[in-house]
């Protein structure tokens, strides 16, 4: 199956192959613990772990949608699944002052 037909069965619109990407761990996305905000909030800090842009609190707030109380619970649900520190928000705030 070609890349196109693959993306047109899937529904999607857009293609699923860009000039960057970013290796995901499947477990992430089979973990049930976990909702799709969830998930999308964690691939998106994954992504940024090499460096290459500093993760602020704000940043994170800028890229979504999302406002901050949906955010402080994605948190939440990663603290309580066990894929981020209890402190993330304060690190994260922190990040925001060089």
């Known amino acids: 199956m070609g890349k196109r037909k693959r993306e047109e069965s899937l529904g999607i619109t857009e293609p699923l192959h860009r000039k960057s990407f970013a290796l995901v761990d499947v477990g992430i ?7 799709w905000r969830a998930k999308g909030v964690l691939i998106y800090l994954s992504s940024k772990v090499d460096g290459e842009e500093k993760v602020t609190y704000d940043s994170l707030l800028d890229a979504s949608s999302e406002g ?7 948190f939440q649900e990663l603290i309580q ?4 520190l ?3 928000v304060m690190r994260l705030k ?3 002052h060089p």
């Open 86 to 88: 209890p402190d993330i």
């Open 68 to 74: 901050e109380e949906t955010l402080l619970a994605i």
């Open 29 to 35: 996305l089979n973990d049930r613990r976990l909702s």
């Open 81 to 84: 699944a066990g894929y981020a």
């Open 94 to 96: 922190k990040n925001n």
